[in-house]
């Protein structure tokens, strides 16, 4: 199975990690140089970008590291300019970048409500935006956008603009993958479940267990049928697969990561 992407160019937003340990976007990264893509590691803290990047040129990789706020035009579109000046190409748009502000719809600011809808939903479309064109010349290309399980279940927690966000994320994947699937360009998104990551250390610690870390793990394995959260790595090679040739007549779905959670009545 190894070389599912020799000969690609992979754009990863959000390939560093938001905190000690491995990012569902630094997992993809890495994995996806493992099997032969070439990477552009975009994400707005430099410092991780170029950590991620580091770790594929030390397992002898071909990877770029590009900072950028990909809630803006000027950003992704300069974004774009460089990796296609490095590698002359992009076959795979792999979405990561993703925050969530706790709260319902009285608690939560507008200001935060705006950045997380920005910074989750704005940004897939400004990357499409870009990239789309790139791979319309090419004849191809691959969009992996990685929703949530909090787009389709309630998960416990009121985090209102998080859920809108990640929600919305499927039909806008879909509506993509419909308008260009005779183009050769494929979209389709990835649903993780409960994932322990380091992206919800902060924002879910009081939210679960009043600051106390390993408490809100306990509990958050204990929602899961398997007894144990999943971890960045089974997002990316979900991610892998969607980006892959083998998943060439795969387009509009949405493949849900989540150890059986949805599965559930209760």
């Not at 925050?99 to 950045?115: H, N, Y």
């Not at 990685?146 to 787009?151: M, V």
């Not at 892959?244 to 795969?250: C, L, N, Q, R």
Request: charged share 20%; net charge negative.
């Amino acid at each position: 199975m190894a070389g599912r992407l020799d000969g690609k160019v992979a754009m990863v937003v959000g390939a560093g990690s938001s905190g000690p340990g491995w990012g569902n976007g630094k997992a993809a990264a890495v994995l996806f140089a493992r099997e032969g893509a070439a990477l552009c590691c975009v994400d707005i803290n430099a410092a991780a970008a170029e950590e991620t990047a580091e770790i594929i040129r030390g397992e002898g990789g071909d990877a770029e590291a590009l900072q950028a706020d990909v809630s803006q035009a000027t950003d992704v579109a300069a974004t774009v300019a460089q990796c296609l000046e490095r590698y002359g190409r992009i076959d795979v748009l792999d979405n990561n970048v993703g925050i969530l502000a706790v709260g319902g719809p009285v608690e939560t600011s507008e200001a935060d409500w705006d950045r997380v809808i920005d910074v989750n939903l704005k940004s897939m479309f400004l990357t499409c935006k870009h990239v789309l064109p790139v791979m319309e010349r090419q004849g191809g290309g691959a969009i992996v956008n990685i929703a949530s399980i909090a787009g389709i279940r309630d998960t416990g927690v009121p985090y209102v603009s998080y859920s809108a966000s990640k929600g919305a994320v499927i039909p806008f994947t879909r509506s993509v993958a419909l308008q260009y699937a005779k183009k050769g360009i494929r979209a389709n998104a990835v649903l993780p479940g409960l994932m322990n990551t380091p992206m919800i250390v902060e924002p879910l610690k009081d939210a679960y267990a009043e600051g106390d870390v390993d408490e809100m793990v306990r509990k958050r394995d204990a929602q899961c049928p398997t007894g144990k959260m999943g971890d960045a790595w089974d997002v990316a090679y979900a991610a892998l697969f969607l980006a892959s040739d083998e998943a060439k007549y795969i387009t509009g779905t949405e493949l849900i990561v989540d150890g059986g959670i949805t599965a559930k009545f209760s």
